[in-house]
């Protein structure tokens, strides 16, 4: 059997993946529960880059794995092109091939044990390939990440330095030949000379192979570099989500404010003095009441701590930005919110 | 998206040269382990000579004489004097090695096959399937071995099978306990998980990724517990439990010359020597498997 390519069912105007108020609650002793992914909606166009940000334990990660389905969510469903993941037109094994991931750790995400092209040909032959054939794939792909395969190919992992650790976790993620490519942190441990190569090749594939990205990772500028979209989560929720230059040059959260301000300016003159986010750390196990930010948010009211602001159009014509906050809502109750009057 | 398609002809994966593996590496650490090498040959040498016991011993094993009973070490004709029963200690010894080594060597491997396969299935397959099957384990676990062989062979009643059988069982729990430790390990790490988001089923990715990275350390593990099976073995042989005269077995020699020791105490500790070398061996060696697979690489 070959890996024939996937058609693309849907036509260019349906999304890539769909994600519907995904939902991930982990249980802890005592009653307690992480809600470390909370109704989450969003959609990858196809082609497009979606960056994901936000503070460690902000539950990108968990998306992550939820979207790849890894873990179960408890809530929710995703569309993949149209078709429900897991339902009967698509199911998990198929969505899996055409969904792939590149995770953050480079040296636990290759079995030690085999050679690195063995590990790229282990999802070809899972799907049917002959061991010869996803061999000869795999050199191929080694080839496209730039690892020569004469010299790489029957390497094992620890032979390897990180950048071309991770360049086989891209290639391995290709085998299958996917649409969607999940990269979870994927640069986040190389160093930034390594870093900067290892991204350059990620927009290379994505033009040759016609690849969507979601791009997870808690570095601003290099979500910038590479990002169509983005989406900034906080405390298992999505705060705001926009074209990225629209969203770096006028974020309309607080929340999307404050980590913008915190990305070190290169301009010495143009250094921030004070932190720009105060006040307790989010907890997940008992995030507060009404908008969960407004412990910590410069401009909370009344309204912020009662009311759970939804994911509204905001800042633009084309409804391409969304923002879940007071001041963004006509009429929510919050002084800086646009009256109903010049919203209608 | 390229797809691979697949012409008539056969596929011709040009061969490239494999880089040293894993194992290489283990072999270099172990070669420079004196200790441990020390101890393979030791244990090979144990081996050889029970394999070829018959051509090894100077003497027949069961061969009795009234007359040269209990004889010290170095009598003319006994180098390693003569039992109780004026039989060749050094035959008896070299084919008693045949029996010790099989009680030592076949419950625990049967055990590491079990064992392995209980603690790497609720390893991996985790929730309450590992908690049903780990607190089963614990209960054979709770009691301390020796009891627990003795207890079963006791009820199975004496004989090789049936203790075979009992220090099977007693093996089982802790080489379950190391086998689910490990895997539990080796589940949580990314290559398992991108191996799963790969959409291979459980079964490939235990036998592909899982396995590979935890035999090892559950043999060498196994390994430990040979001497251990050993001395057991023998003291089931010393209880009555095990072997039957006139069947050399280093326990049962160590039982019957008991009441000798006042008389020829040199020769009464023979078969514990030979059971504490041969143990002892088989201890540093998994020693230095351990250590030389302990490395990352």
């Not at chain 1, 769909?18 to 609650?25: I, Y």
């Not at chain 1, 009967?88 to 290759?110: C, G, H, I, N, P």
């Not at chain 2, 697949?6 to 061969?15: F, L, M, T, Y």
């Not at chain 2, 420079?32 to 100077?58: E, N, T």
Request: glycine content about 10%; proline content about 7%.
């Amino acid at each position: 059997m070959a890996l024939e390519t996937h058609p693309d069912r849907g036509g260019p105007g349906t999304p890539l993946l769909q994600a519907k108020t995904l939902t991930k609650h982990f249980p802890l002793g005592g009653g307690a529960v992480v809600r470390a992914v909370d109704g989450v909606d969003f959609a990858v166009m196809k082609g497009e880059t979606l960056g994901v940000v936000g503070e460690s334990g902000c539950g990108k990660s968990t998306t992550a794995r939820v979207v790849m389905q890894l873990i179960p969510q408890d809530k929710g469903e995703m569309l993949f092109d149209g078709e429900i993941v897991g339902g009967k037109d698509l199911t998990l094994k198929e969505y899996r091939r055409q969904a792939q991931m590149v995770f953050q750790d480079s040296y636990a995400s290759l079995n030690p044990r085999l050679t690195i092209e063995d590990s790229i040909a282990f999802g070809p032959t899972v799907h049917g390939v002959s061991k010869a054939a996803a061999i000869l794939r795999a050199r191929d792909l080694l080839q496209r990440v730039g690892l020569d395969p004469a010299r790489f190919a029957a390497r094992y992992p620890h032979e390897l330095s990180g950048g071309q650790r991770q360049r086989v976790n891209i290639a391995r993620a290709l085998a299958l030949g996917p649409r969607l490519v999940i990269l979870d942190e994927a640069v986040s441990a190389l160093d930034k000379s390594v870093e900067a190569q290892v991204l350059n090749l990620l927009a290379d594939l994505r033009e040759e192979f016609g690849l969507t990205y979601i791009f997870i990772s808690h570095d601003l500028n290099v979500v910038r570099f590479i990002s169509d979209r983005v989406m900034v989560m906080y405390l298992g929720e999505v705060v705001e989500i926009g074209p990225v230059e629209e969203l770096y040059n006028d974020p309309r959260h607080p929340y999307t404010k404050a980590l913008l301000s915190a990305m070190p300016s290169m301009d010495p003159d143009n250094r921030t003095m004070e932190a720009p986010l105060t006040g307790d750390p989010p907890n997940p196990i008992n995030p507060p009441e009404g908008c969960r930010f407004h412990p910590r948010c410069p401009q909370a009211q009344t309204v912020c701590s009662k009311v759970k602001p939804a994911l509204v159009v905001t800042a633009s014509e084309d409804g391409t930005r969304r923002a879940a906050c007071h001041m963004e809502i006509p009429g929510s109750g919050h002084s800086r919110a646009p009256s109903l009057e010049a919203a209608a | 998206m390229t797809a691979i398609i697949e012409s008539a002809a056969p596929i011709v994966v040009p061969p490239l040269a494999k880089s040293p593996g894993y194992w290489t590496g283990v072999w270099r650490r172990f070669k420079k382990d004196k200790v441990a090498v020390g101890a393979g040959l030791v244990v090979l040498a144990i081996i050889l000579m029970a394999v070829f016991a018959d051509y090894v011993a100077p003497a027949d094993p069961t061969r009795s004489s009234m007359l040269r009973r209990l004889r010290p070490i170095g009598t003319p004709g006994y180098p390693l004097g003569a039992d109780e029963l004026g039989r060749d200690m050094l035959s008896r010894l070299i084919h008693g090695a045949r029996l010790s080594l099989f009680m030592g060597v076949v419950p625990v491997f049967i055990a590491f096959v079990f064992g392995s396969v209980i603690g790497v299935a609720a390893g991996f397959f985790g929730g309450k399937f590992n908690t049903i099957t780990m607190r089963t384990v614990d209960v054979f676990y709770a009691f301390p071995s020796v009891l627990l062989a003795i207890a079963l062979s006791g009820a199975l009643g004496a004989g090789i099978t049936n203790s075979l059988l009992s220090l099977t069982i007693v093996f089982i729990p802790p080489i379950a306990r190391i086998a689910e430790s490990v895997t539990t390990q080796v589940r949580s790490m990314d290559y398992v998980e991108a191996a799963r988001a790969s959409g291979a089923n459980a079964l490939t990715i235990i036998r592909v990724h899982v396995l590979g990275n935890v035999l090892g350390p559950i043999f060498v593990y196994a390994t430990s517990l040979i001497s251990v099976s050993m001395i057991l073995a023998s003291g089931l042989s010393f209880l009555g439990l095990g072997t039957k005269p006139p069947t050399p077995e280093w326990g049962l020699m160590l039982n019957t010359l008991r009441t000798a020791i006042y008389v020829q105490p040199w020769v009464a500790a023979l078969p514990g020597a030979a059971i504490f070398i041969t143990s002892i061996s088989f201890n540093l060696l998994s020693d230095g498997l351990r250590s030389a697979m302990d490395v990352k690489g």
